[in-house]
C-alpha cells in the first residue's frame, strides 16, 4: 500500500514538473562557455560525486552573476534524450536558484545511463548540495 502511494506521489510529482515547465522564461543565470572559465573551475572548485555524475563548484569573487555549465556524456543516450536531462537540470536550477547561493560557477558532468525522472534528479542534486555545505 505504502509502495503505491509512493509511486503515485511520484507520478504526480512528475506531470506537475511538465506542466510548470516553461521553457519561455527568462534565466536568472547565464551558461559557462569560456573554456578558460571551466578549466579554472575544474582545477579549483569543488568536486562532489553523486549517483547521476560528478558536479563541481566554485565561487568566483571578481564577478557576482551565476554561471552553470551542463555535459552530458554521448554514452548517456541518443540526442533527443541528452537534450531532455539538459532541460530538465536547467529548469531545476532556475526553480532554485536560492541553493546556489554560496557558488556562482557550477558544472554538473552527467554520466547516468539509466532513465531519470524528475523527482530523482532533484533528490541527487540535493544530496550533493548537503555534502558541500
Known amino acids: 500500500m505504502a509502495v503505491l502511494f509512493f509511486q503515485e506521489e511520484e507520478q504526480k510529482e512528475e506531470r506537475n514538473f511538465l506542466l510548470v515547465m516553461n521553457l519561455s522564461s527568462p534565466l536568472n543565470c547565464s551558461v559557462l562557455k569560456n573554456k578558460d572559465e571551466i578549466s579554472v573551475v575544474l582545477k579549483n572548485g569543488k568536486k562532489?560525486?553523486?549517483?547521476?555524475g560528478t558536479i563541481y563548484f566554485f565561487n568566483n569573487d571578481k564577478d557576482t552573476f551565476k554561471k552553470f555549465a551542463i555535459f552530458?556524456?554521448?554514452?548517456?543516450?541518443?540526442a533527443f534524450y541528452r537534450n531532455y536531462i539538459k532541460r530538465i537540470?536547467?529548469?531545476?536550477?532556475?526553480?532554485?536558484?536560492?541553493?546556489?547561493?554560496?557558488?556562482?560557477?557550477?558544472?554538473?558532468?552527467?554520466?547516468?545511463k539509466e532513465k531519470v525522472k524528475y523527482s530523482f534528479l532533484k533528490d541527487q542534486i540535493h544530496s550533493a548540495l548537503k555534502k558541500v555545505s
Not at 562532489?48 to 547521476?52: A, C, N, Q, T, Y
Not at 552530458?72 to 541518443?78: A, P, S
Not at 536550477?93 to 560557477?105: A, D, G, H, Q, W
Open 72 to 78: 552530458v556524456k554521448k554514452n548517456v543516450g541518443k
Open 89 to 112: 537540470i536547467r529548469f531545476y536550477i532556475r526553480s532554485n536558484v536560492t541553493l546556489f547561493n554560496k557558488y556562482n560557477r557550477v558544472i554538473f558532468f552527467y554520466s547516468f
Open 48 to 52: 562532489v560525486r553523486s549517483d547521476i
